[in-house]
């Protein structure tokens, strides 16, 4: 079984559409994050979100925002699409609000936006 | 504030020849180190991480990273590249903030190691 998991694999939208990633975990996890992946590899965290408490990367815009209904799943909301948000976007995972613990990667999102 | 600098973009090498990816480091406090590795198209999976216990860490796949506070480095390293090897890598530092007791975590902008055959 995948252990964390994130849909769609690839998205393709026009500037301006609204769109959403999903993910969810099946590792009884308490604590999740989205990654941002840009053409040079470079990786950024976006969000880590447990039930008490969300951490949002500043740089981050607000069109960009995280939901979870539960504690396995965190999805991103992407309002009003730009160029510049094409990219590869990763949902990990950890047991602890910790971040010596291991982190759980899913396959990623690969995001074009046109 | 913390920073890594993965010192090399591209690596290439012959298979079963050595690996050495080479990270350095910045950190106000004791950090803790990870090396995560990344197959085309797959998520992130942790190689090897360091938390102040052995300053030599083994990880999976025959990946190892020595701690050199002195140097502040924690380079990758392998006795001999296989073909499943190519991927890209990427050093990570952990510190502590203490101004609002969170960790926070930094990625390098990782290496792609290429295996020649």
């Known amino acids: 079984d995948t252990a964390v998991s994130q849909t769609p694999k690839y998205l393709v939208t026009q500037m301006g559409n609204d769109k959403s990633i999903k993910c969810e975990q099946n590792?009884?996890?308490?604590?999740m994050y989205w990654y941002k992946q840009d053409s040079k590899k470079f990786l950024k965290i976006m969000f880590s979100y447990n039930n008490k408490e969300l951490i949002i990367n500043e740089t981050v815009p607000n069109r960009f925002s995280p939901k979870s209904p539960d504690k396995a799943h965190l999805n991103l909301h992407i309002n009003s699409l730009e160029l510049g948000d094409s990219a590869v976007y990763f949902c990990?995972?950890?047991?602890?609000?910790?971040?010596?613990?291991?982190?759980?990667f899913g396959s990623g999102t690969q995001l074009s936006v046109l | 504030a913390q920073s890594v600098t993965q010192l090399d973009s591209h690596v290439s090498v012959s298979e079963g020849t050595p690996v050495l990816l080479r990270c350095n480091y910045s950190s106000s406090y004791s950090p803790s180190l990870f090396w995560y590795v990344q197959h085309p198209n797959k998520g992130l999976q942790l190689l090897l991480k360091y938390t102040s216990a052995a300053t030599l860490v083994k990880g999976i796949n025959g990946f190892e990273a020595e701690f050199k506070k002195s140097e502040t480095s924690f380079h990758l390293t392998k006795p001999s590249a296989h073909m499943s090897d190519a991927a890209e890598y990427f050093c990570v530092v952990s510190e502590l903030l203490m101004d609002t007791g969170r960790r926070a975590l930094t990625f390098g902008s990782g290496t792609r190691l290429q295996v020649q055959p």
């Open positions: 990990a995972s950890s047991p602890q609000h910790s971040t010596n613990e291991k982190l759980f």
């Open positions: 590792l009884g996890h308490d604590t």
